[in-house]
């Protein structure tokens, strides 16, 4: 029981209670009996959304499972917290600062006030600079410092100021001008910046300076770097402005690196970092898939915002997708979650959702402060998924832990591999049909019984090829991979963690995780320099400090 004046803590909560009750009823049901006992389950368990859909009906619930999961929701006010985001609350506690991120794609152009202040001329303005600047780029207009047109462009950042750009860049391949290439420089590792310099060319080379804080010592340090290369050219100081433009909230500093406030496109601190790719930092994918395109991705993560605030829970899909997460996590234990997507252009997608939800929901404090006790955010993983199934599928199909995962493929391809992509298709769809039902026993026996020449030592062997099924999964299938689509796709997953962060009353938009390693890395790197023999530290952290010095500084190397 709470204590006076205290409000309950989720596992409090009478909703969750009465999962835990419902849990005990049919944790050990099986989805195969499920699905042969309910001819309905999956028009019940499906939702579609324009270009989307949701079959949910791989999982382990029954009838009654979604509306007590929505009870959850309701009792600990998801709708009045999903509205006061969209309405610029500062719901981000600890930074005090609205979250905003579905204003730079609020299409209806209605006002959003931030402290009494309508955010949304300022957006438009910045949108509509972005597309004179990128038209100028795209069209050749836009010389360097010899007079030649812009082919290549390096997108210098990192976190949310490289994962969202990139995987959209890479998501949105068939959309790319022709003659421009984009490369997404973020690890501070001299390789990477090596890599991506020895085959451009400093004449044709556009950086961007990404960063929504101008102080990340990675990309300050690359931004460095690159502009050390570029006047190696023999450019001068004053060319910089035609190879170097910037991103970010904060303008200073942008101008003390040395790049001309008219090349600063702006964005503001109600924009979290893993959020941003809606705003300027999205550049990137402007320069390459032009502005027409950007707004149908804005359009597309409209979409998704409309009908997450305006569908009744029970049919919302990030509601939809986020409870099922906090059924595997809080009742079943489940610690990961699988991100595959069939469909090579979302390929980043992993990478970026990590950030997006590790960095969001990846806390054991709750919003007031409070230890919790109960779990929060998953581990989130994956990779594309064919590559995935010659990789990491055995432990998904039998190994100990759940690891409930999104099937995400697109049904029409942008390529003419028709046959190719039949396969991948009837993969994906096999491996969930797979996950779901399992082989039983005797149901091995008859396959292999039927499939191979010597059962001798069958026995033997038969336990290791059997199934036990009952691993659930999503599928979102998209009719194409488009702007639209992906925007409603992307949208979709920060609402599911929106959700989730509510559910386990989180402050979803801070990262004070990061910031120790940060802290302390300054320390080393400046100890690093220093003459004397390390000892502030503890003794493995002491000794390894030396042992680098000792063979960078002092020569010492063994075979
Ligand atoms: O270190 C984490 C982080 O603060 C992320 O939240 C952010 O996306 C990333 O660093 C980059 O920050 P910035 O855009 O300010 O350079």
Not at 27 to 56: C, G, P, W
Not at 155 to 176: E, F, Q, R, T, W
Not at 305 to 334: C, Q, R, S
Not at 377 to 385: A, E, K, L, Q, Y
Request: charged share 25%.
């Amino acid at each position: 029981m709470p204590k006076k004046n205290e409000l309950p803590t989720l596992t409090e909560l009478p909703a969750y209670q009465a999962l835990e009750n419902h849990f005990k009823l049919i944790s050990q049901l099986k989805m195969r009996h499920l699905f042969a006992t309910d001819e309905k389950r999956v028009e019940k368990f499906s939702i579609k959304n324009k270009s989307i859909l949701l079959d949910y009906s791989k999982n382990r619930i029954v009838d009654e499972t979604i509306p007590l999961l929505c009870n959850l929701a309701r009792e600990v006010n998801l709708e009045s917290w999903r509205d006061r985001m969209f309405a610029g609350d500062k719901i981000n506690n600890t930074e005090n600062r609205a979250v905003l991120h579905t204003a730079l794609r609020n299409q209806t152009n209605e006002a959003v006030f931030v402290d009494g202040k309508d955010v949304m001329p300022e957006v438009n303005a910045t949108l509509d600079k972005i597309e004179v600047f990128s038209e100028k780029v795209r069209g050749g207009i836009w010389k360097g410092f010899t007079d030649k047109a812009i082919t290549d462009i390096v997108n210098i950042g990192i976190g949310g100021s490289d994962l969202g750009p990139k995987m959209v860049y890479h998501a949105l391949k068939p959309y790319h001008h022709k003659e421009l290439t984009v490369h997404f420089l973020s690890n501070v590792d001299g390789a990477q910046i090596d890599d991506i310099l020895e085959d451009l060319d400093q004449e044709t080379t556009l950086f961007i300076v990404a960063s929504k804080t101008f102080t990340t010592q990675e990309t300050i340090t690359n931004a460095h770097i690159a502009r050390e290369w570029f006047l190696q050219s023999g450019a001068d100081d004053e060319q910089i402005s035609k190879h170097f433009v910037a991103v970010s909230t904060n303008l200073e500093a942008a101008a003390e690196f040395g790049i001309d406030t008219d090349n600063v496109f702006e964005f503001w601190d109600w924009v979290g970092g893993r959020y941003s790719l809606w705003s300027a930092i999205g550049l990137s994918v402007v320069l390459a898939v032009g502005m027409e395109n950007y707004k149908k991705l804005l359009g597309g993560a409209h979409a998704m915002d409309n009908h997450f605030k305006e569908t009744p829970l029970e049919e919302n899909m990030p509601v939809i997708m986020a409870l099922l997460g906090v059924w595997y996590n809080n009742f079943f234990g489940a610690e990961s979650h699988g991100i595959l997507p069939y469909d090579d252009y979302l390929r980043d997608l992993p990478f970026y959702l990590q950030q997006a939800d590790m960095e969001s929901n990846g806390k054991s404090v709750d919003r007031n402060g409070k230890k919790v006790d109960y779990v929060t955010g998953p581990i989130i993983w994956g990779t594309s998924g064919i590559n995935g199934q010659h990789a990491f599928y055995q432990a998904i199909h039998q190994g100990t832990q759940m690891i409930p995962s999104d099937f995400i493929a697109s049904i029409l391809t942008h390529n003419s591999h028709q046959d190719q992509h039949d396969i991948m298709m009837a993969n994906a769809l096999a491996q969930t049909e797979a996950l779901m039902k399992g082989r039983t026993l005797d149901e091995t026996y008859t396959d292999i019984v039927e499939n191979i020449n010597d059962i001798e030592d069958i026995e033997d062997r038969i336990h290791h090829m059997v199934f036990e099924g009952n691993n659930p999964t999503n599928t979102l299938l998209l009719t194409k991979l488009t702007p639209h689509s992906l925007g409603m796709l992307i949208a979709l997953y920060e609402h599911k963690i929106f959700v989730q962060g509510i559910i386990w009353n989180l402050n979803s938009f801070d990262q004070w995780g990061v910031e120790l390693g940060k802290k302390l890395a300054k320390k080393i790197h400046a100890e690093i320099g220093q003459a004397e023999t390390v000892t502030g530290h503890d003794s493995s952290t002491n000794a390894l400090i030396n042992y680098y010095r000792s063979v960078v500084y002092k020569g010492a190397i063994d075979d």
